[in-house]
């Protein structure tokens, strides 16, 4: 196990190039299992949710080949149906591949979903869904079990825009027979990205950006050469780094249309923004000033980045309320920077913010993904040294995060933990 050992309190400044996106990839690596033939991503991004993704794959017989950012997959063989829970329960996505192996196979076990504990995080929208779409599928023992002859198209109309569940029906129903409509579906644009790909290998989609899909089912779907876009959560993570550094960064090869809640919102705290065809800079000269903010699904602001958002506002001026609507738990983050001088108290589905002059450097543990990379945000910000612990959470979605920062004048080193253990010890025994 490892810790970030960081010393806070150098501005970050430079240019950082963002790789492929951890959540268009994930879903892809579902829609992988619909199609015949060799399927070649490029920019696949080095992160650790989608090698357990590709892991699991291979348990049901896909062929997966990896060298770089450039991963082969053949999902011709496809011969099994069912996981064990331990590989399944690492991610949330594993449950996509409930439609995919249902539409190939007929059949499909796979034990209930983990992922990052923010929230209870039903499967209803996703079970109703298949359900509609001629399957019969049941929880059995903690294993979602289902069976279908022919999937055939159906109306399903979502409780809530879900991006989860409209990513993993629009792909099932790229092979059912007839016309699918997806109602109140949601238009994040990894919805979009994991269309292009659908389309890419054969699927008839239409409206995958509006909140109406209306997906025509095709008998065969082969595989295609499709390049992995730039992942719009890390890219707004190194934005807010910068401007809580008072420092001015550049993220490059990423849409500007996809950070258009966050940039208004940082200049609303006042940072400065400036943007390109394909690259967004933010900068910060000040203090920054206390806003509101509130979670929505896309265009909103994104829940994703509402924890290292929450780090920022902690030093700034005066009060700042995060309300957060899409996840009932997402908090696990504001204990942690309250050991690190932050004043923050949940009230309701809000957080409280009463800004600090600054933060201090203190050891905290990552809660979950985003939570850690909102501790990294306060470490690289905070007077002093801070030990993040639990970061495999964070290398779940944060690619070649230390060697960024550094690069960009960040002083963060990724150490074991026994070795940091070890030198901490030795120097608590000298103080004493
Ligand atoms: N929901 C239900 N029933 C369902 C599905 C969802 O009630 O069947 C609820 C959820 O509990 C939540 C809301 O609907 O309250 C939205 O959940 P959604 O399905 O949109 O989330 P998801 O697909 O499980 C993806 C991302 C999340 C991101 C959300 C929202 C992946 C792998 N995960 O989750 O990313 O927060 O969309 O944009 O794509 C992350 O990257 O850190 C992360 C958690």
Not at 89 to 113: E, V
Not at 160 to 177: I, N, R, V, Y
Not at 369 to 384: D, H, I, P, W
Request: with cysteine.
């Amino acid at each position: 196990m490892n810790v970030f050992r960081i010393q806070g309190g150098y501005p970050l400044n430079g240019e950082v190039p963002i790789g492929g996106s951890k959540n268009a990839t994930l879903a892809i690596l579902s829609a992988v299992l619909m199609a015949k033939g060799e399927t070649v991503l490029t920019n696949f991004p080095n992160i650790r949710d989608v090698e357990v993704k590709l892991q699991l794959l291979e348990k049901f017989g896909v062929r997966v080949e990896r060298e770089g950012a450039t991963v082969r997959i053949d999902a011709t063989h496809l011969n099994g149906y069912e996981a064990d829970e331990e590989s399944v329960r690492p991610i949330r996505t594993s449950f996509y591949l409930l439609g995919p192996l249902l539409a190939r196979q007929g059949k499909a076990r796979l034990p209930a979903p983990g992922g990052c504990k923010i929230g209870t995080r039903p499967v209803d929208f996703h079970l109703k869904g298949l359900n509609l779409m001629g399957a019969n599928v049941e929880l059995n023992g903690g294993v979602y079990e289902g069976q279908v002859s022919q999937l055939r198209g159906a109306t399903i109309y979502l409780d809530f825009p879900s991006a989860g569940a409209t990513q993993h029906l629009m792909t099932t129903a790229a092979l059912a027979d007839g016309i699918t409509v997806i109602e109140n579906a949601a238009v994040e644009p990894e919805v979009q990205i994991l269309a292009h790909f659908l389309q890419a290998i054969g699927a008839n989609i239409e409206g995958a950006g509006t909140s109406t899909i209306t997906i025509q089912g095709v008998r065969e779907l082969r595989g295609r050469e499709f390049r992995l876009p730039e992942d719009r959560i890390q890219a707004a993570t190194y934005l807010m780094m910068g401007a809580a550094t008072r420092g001015d960064v550049t993220v490059k090869g990423v849409l500007p249309a996809f950070q258009t809640a966050l940039v208004s919102k940082l200049v609303e705290a006042g940072a400065h923004c400036e943007e390109g065809h394909d690259w967004v800079r933010v900068w910060a000269d000040r203090r920054l000033t206390g806003i509101r903010v509130k979670t929505m699904p896309y265009p909103g602001f994104p829940t994703d980045i509402q924890q290292p958002m929450a780090a920022l506002l902690a030093a700034a001026d005066g009060q700042s309320v995060i309300e957060e609507t899409i996840y009932e738990a997402r908090v696990g983050h504001i204990s942690e920077l309250n050991r690190m001088g932050a004043r923050m108290r949940i009230e309701g589905r809000s957080t409280l913010i009463e800004g600090v002059p600054a933060l201090q450097g203190a050891i905290v543990e990552a809660p979950d993904l985003r939570g850690g990379a909102a501790l990294v945000l306060a470490g690289l910000a905070a007077e002093g040294e801070t030990i993040v612990k639990n970061i495999y959470w964070i290398d779940r979605g944060y690619e070649a995060l230390e060697d960024n920062l550094a690069a960009l004048g960040g002083t963060i080193e990724r150490v074991s933990q026994a070795e940091w253990e070890a030198s901490h010890s030795a120097y608590e025994t000298r103080l004493n």
